[in-house]
């Protein structure tokens, strides 16, 4: 954990490295976008595997077709909140200290 005074440190270094290498920054979050792919396909992958397991594996299915459900709904949930936080800071924000 950072203190209040590294973070904005911190956030200015990256604001400074995202304003001199917009290359560097896109490269970026195609990489975060690529994730978010690819906890949706994983997630589709379980939820569609559940219902197999259910027919086939009897109590055993049963209990992998929870456990699939319930980690891909994880992994959706960890991908919409992964939308709602930037990866990189857009500009320099200035701090309300009261």
Request: a positive charge.
């Amino acid at each position: 954990m950072l203190e209040p005074r590294e973070k904005q440190e911190f956030d200015g270094m990256v604001a400074r490295l995202r304003d001199t290498d917009p290359g560097f920054a896109r490269r970026v979050d195609r990489l975060r976008l690529r994730q978010r792919r690819r906890w949706l396909v994983s997630a589709i992958l379980l939820w569609t595997i559940a219902p197999i397991c259910l027919v086939y594996g009897g109590w055993t299915g049963a209990l992998e077709a929870v456990l699939a459900v319930g980690y891909g709904a994880w992994l959706m949930r960890k991908r919409n909140r992964a939308t709602d936080q930037p990866s990189w800071p857009q500009s320099r924000r200035p701090t309300a200290e009261a």
